[in-house]
């Protein structure tokens, strides 16, 4: 017995020393399936065997990137150095007898979240001009924990600029497809970090939501996609669109694995002040501890109204204008609920109903009301504390501001990390005054009290309906195809898909998506989950009761060259 047992310590050392010189073995042609479609527990259980060594698992996972990324462009940065040196670093070291809740797992983090020492896109060109790039000094919150649980970070994945798209083009990178047609959106913002996961090049990665731009990519791509109670996982180091708005969550290819990352990420964070009540309201952790296959047993759920009828909610709200500027805004977003979509969302609920779960649908179920209420949740004139925040703690040394980034670079940020508007978007309208939450007079009106009374909409309907939570289809319309005119968006090539989901970041209670069928073409379709603030829990369990129920995410067949039908 202590001669095996030196033997198999004795091979770890030599893999992982002939890692370091850049030696170490290839995984076998039976990596192939061993490690496709893996989920967390399964590599755990292959390390454990000894099957493979974390530096074989990495340079699968890199060997898919390499393979595919030309294709679908969803990995701008590889960070092949760094992530060989770390699997040879866990593999020098070994797992120990209790290992870290992520060791030697592959992950993909979005070009948003600061990676130190590489750099932070964002999606934009402006940060990564020669000389001038917006090089991270040190890891995100999330990154660091991530790290600390013994992650193996591929890369940085691709979005579109500043994260402020329903679509995933950006100008730094390009554009990133869909894995189960390129040609089609796989939605944004975080669109590259769905393709990476849904087309196994790593096992998770995180995404950041605004608006929607977690939940509605996830749905693209028949992958999970977790928002969230704002407040249960830190942002800083995040690159924000909106930092009243902006939360950070994972995207994994089931809920078990969303679930283990949940716990990792989550927690308070002194650089957050708006965690510091995670230990005390949050359900405790681990996440998985709630995931049990009888969850839906019993529980009901409300179909939002104003979501079927399309009801729009302007994406970060409208500040106070006269009733017929406001008037106007809510009509502009209005976003019709597309007959197919309506049909896979309708279809969809036969899983809920089949795990023991009550939906009801009802015209006073968050009406058009909730939608007017949500709408007044103004954060425009605070955007660019966020990003001063940022530059601050996060900008490379030769800018910490966004006057500093003007005078070193030549040109100023756009103003979409400014103020958020434009000057077509504010035509004949008030000019947006930008200030600071903590110092404007007019915030109880622009934010915080739109924002409790939307919160109380939302509670109130929960209570009144003896709820558990809502559920509704994460995006409006299936995924556009992008080589052709957007419907209703003359001209536009890139625009979509759209969601009715902005309300959530809004009020900051968790929402999740999960895989709920595909639509007839082959895309996929995501039902989206919501439940009570600080139920994440609950949450996670709702999703795996209908997951292990449905068993609706299949795998995409991806391509190598082109639209050339040689996949493998």
Not at 164 to 182: I, L
Request: charged content about 20%; proline content about 9%; aromatic content about 8%.
């Amino acid at each position: 017995m202590f001669k095996s047992l030196q033997w198999v310590l004795l091979l770890s050392f030599f893999a992982a020393t002939s890692c370091l010189r850049g030696q170490s073995t290839p995984p076998s042609k039976s990596a192939d399936s061993d490690l496709f479609e893996i989920t967390i527990p399964q590599l755990e259980d292959l390390y454990r065997s000894h099957r493979y060594t974390v530096t074989q698992v990495t340079r699968w996972y890199l060997a898919r990137i390499h393979r595919y990324n030309g294709i679908y462009r969803d990995i701008e940065t590889i960070d092949e150095q760094g992530a060989l040196a770390t699997a040879a670093r866990l593999d020098q070291q070994g797992p120990g007898e209790h290992p870290a809740p992520l060791w030697g797992v592959p992950i993909v983090i979005k070009a948003n979240t600061s990676i130190q020492g590489l750099v932070t896109t964002d999606g934009w060109r402006g940060y990564t001009i020669p000389g001038h790039e917006l090089i991270a000094p040190k890891d995100a919150t999330i990154v660091a924990r991530l790290r600390a649980a013994g992650a193996v970070i591929l890369g940085h994945t691709n979005m579109p600029d500043f994260a402020a798209s329903d679509t995933n083009r950006s100008s730094s990178f390009g554009r990133t497809g869909n894995a189960y047609d390129v040609r089609f959106s796989p939605g944004g913002s975080s669109g590259g970090t769905v393709t990476a996961i849904t087309s196994n090049e790593a096992v998770f990665g995180n995404g950041t939501d605004t608006g929607n731009s977690i939940r509605m990519p996830a749905a693209t791509s028949s992958v999970v996609g977790l928002f969230p109670t704002r407040g249960l996982v830190s942002i800083s180091g995040i690159a924000p669109l909106d930092w009243l708005l902006d939360n950070s969550g994972p995207i994994a290819r089931d809920v078990t694995d969303a679930a283990i990352a949940l716990t990792v990420m989550a927690g308070p964070d002194p650089a957050d002040p708006r965690t510091a009540d995670a230990r005390s309201k949050a359900m405790p952790g681990p996440y998985t501890r709630y995931l049990k296959p009888d969850a839906l047993k019993g529980k009901r759920f409300g179909v939002p109204a104003f979501i079927l009828a399309g009801a729009g909610i302007p994406f970060q709200g409208i500040c106070p204008e006269s009733p017929d500027k406001f008037a106007e805004d809510r009509r502009s977003a209005i976003i019709p609920l597309e007959p197919e979509t309506r049909a896979a969302f309708l279809k969809s609920l036969d899983g809920l109903r089949a795990a023991g779960a009550t939906v009801v649908f009802s015209d006073d179920i968050l009406p058009d009301s909730f939608a007017e209420i949500a709408s007044h949740v103004c954060t425009f004139p605070y955007i660019k504390e966020g990003t001063e925040r940022f530059l601050r703690t996060y900008g490379p040394g030769q800018y910490h501001s966004a006057e500093e980034y003007a005078a070193v670079v030549g040109s100023p940020l756009p103003n979409t990390i400014l103020n958020g508007m434009n000057d077509v978007s504010r035509k004949d309208r008030a000019p947006i005054v930008e200030t600071t939450l903590e110092a404007d007079p007019n915030a109880e009106v622009n934010y915080f009290r739109p924002r409790r009374e939307t919160l109380a909409a939302y509670n109130e309907a929960l209570s009144r309906f003896h709820l558990d939570g809502f559920v509704y289809p994460a995006t409006q319309m299936p995924p556009p195809d992008e080589t052709m005119p957007q419907k209703g968006e003359s001209g536009i090539i890139s625009g979509g898909p759209h969601s009715d989901t902005s309300w959530v970041n809004m009020i900051g209670v968790p929402a999740i998506v999960v895989p709920g069928g595909f639509y007839p073409d082959g895309l996929p379709f995501g039902l989206e989950i919501s439940a009570s603030p600080w139920r994440d829990g609950d949450l996670l369990g709702y999703a795996y009761a209908y997951e292990q129920q449905t068993h609706h995410r299949r795998p995409p067949i991806l391509v190598e060259q082109g639209l050339l039908p040689n996949a493998r």
